[in-house]
Every structure is written in C-alpha cells, then in structure tokens.
C-alpha cells in the first residue's frame, strides 16, 4: 500500500498547455504539501494544505493552483506552461512536524 | 526565517569505512524537528533518521546516527560501515510549524 502516492510520474507537455497533477495520501495525515526541486535537486515549499485549509502559499507564479478536496487529496494544476516550469515536483504529507513522508514524485518537462 | 545549510555538496567514501555529512541551521524557535532524507537516482526521498529538539539524546538508526548539538545549531549524520548503496543525495531538513525547510544537499560517492 502506497502511503503517499502522485500520478502521473512523468508528463511531457508543450508550452502553453494546462496540467495536473494528482496527489493521494493514506496515512491519515492532517497536512499536504507540494515542493518543487529544481535542476541543481534544491528543494523548495511551494504550498501546504492543513484540514482542506491553505496555509503556506510560497511566492510561486499565480499560474500553479494547488486544490484540496479533502484532507486525504491535494492536486497541483499549472496553466500556460512555461520551459522554466520543468522540474520534479513532490507532494508530502505529515501529521504535525513529526515525520514527512513523500511522494514518488513527478517529472515535469515543458518543450 | 529559517535557512539550513550544508557546506558539503560532494562527498567521497571508501565502502565498510565511516562518513560524516554537516548541516547547520538557524532558528529561534525552540521546539522542532532535525530530519535527514536520502535520495537516490531513482528519485524517491527516503527518511533517513529523525531528531527531536527537545531530546538531548542524539538518534541512531543501524548504521546512521546524528551528532545534534542544539545551542550550536548543527546536526551533522554519521554513516558507518558505508554500503554502496549509501551512495545518493542526502538533505539536511529543518521542520517546525508544519513546514520543511532544505539544504542544498550533498553528493555522497561510496567507492568499492
């Protein structure tokens, strides 16, 4: 059983396209995140959910919209697709600080 | 806000010998969360050992174990007895009030 799992693992899209990506945790935890980590592997926050509740909302472009439709899904949609947009981006999970657990993750290549 | 750094992008290893990776962070909380996490090329970010601020014991998990020293904001992770499958990209993470603060990561090239 995948505790964390996102899909798809790998997506190839042209610029300017519309995409989503799906995020699924069974471990029953209260928070959601996405991260980005970009070519040099550096990883950065990008938004966390707490109970379907935004609560971190890093200086990301307006184009990614993450969506909660409950505390056990977190989605990351990105319209207008730009080349700079090509990276790997993680959902996490934790129930507080404790532990995080992540995602496979998913490579995103804009061309 | 909080920044962790780790001065280490490469690291080097011979196998069966022992590693020591470094990580300071700055915070002024007092209560949080010191994580290591291992990824390899395939991707996946695997947990490696976890520390609780408020424990003075440092954590040891097999092989790995951290030298957590909290008034000098350092949590460096020892490896010993190093495998070729230690090789990968470790990340020092920092994590308090529900939010994961990264290093930039090192390199780690375990050698037969």
């Known amino acids: 059983d995948t505790a964390v799992s996102q899909t798809p693992k790998y997506l190839v899209t042209q610029m300017g396209n519309d995409k989503s990506i799906k995020c699924e945790q069974n471990?029953?935890?209260?928070?959601m995140y996405w991260y980005k980590q970009d070519s040099k592997k550096f990883l950065k926050i990008m938004f966390s959910y707490n109970n379907k509740e935004l609560i971190i909302n890093e200086t990301v472009p307006n184009r990614f919209s993450p969506k909660s439709p409950d505390k056990a899904h977190l989605n990351l949609h990105i319209n207008s697709l730009e080349l700079g947009d090509s990276a790997v981006y993680f959902c996490?999970?934790?129930?507080?600080?404790?532990?995080?657990?992540f995602g496979s993750g998913t490579r995103l290549t804009v061309v | 806000a909080q920044t962790v750094t780790q001065s280490q992008p490469e690291m080097s290893v011979q196998e069966a010998e022992t590693v020591t990776l470094s990580c300071t962070y700055d915070?002024?909380?007092?209560?949080?969360?010191l994580f290591w996490y291992k990824q390899p090329p395939s991707r996946q970010m695997i947990l490696v050992i976890r520390?609780?601020?408020?424990?003075?014991q440092n954590a040891t998990e097999n092989r790995f174990s951290v030298n957590f020293q909290k008034a000098a904001k350092s949590f460096s992770l020892k490896i010993s007895d190093s495998q070729l499958g230690d090789a990968a990209m470790y990340f020092c993470?920092?994590?308090?009030?529900?939010?994961?603060?990264f290093g930039s990561g090192t390199q780690l090239t375990v050698l037969p």
């Open positions: 471990l029953g935890h209260d928070t």
């Open positions: 996490a999970s934790s129930q507080e600080d404790y532990g995080y657990t």
């Open positions: 993470a920092y994590g308090a009030s529900r939010q994961l603060t």
């Open positions: 915070t002024s909380e007092s209560d949080y969360y």
């Open positions: 520390q609780e601020a408020y424990k003075q």
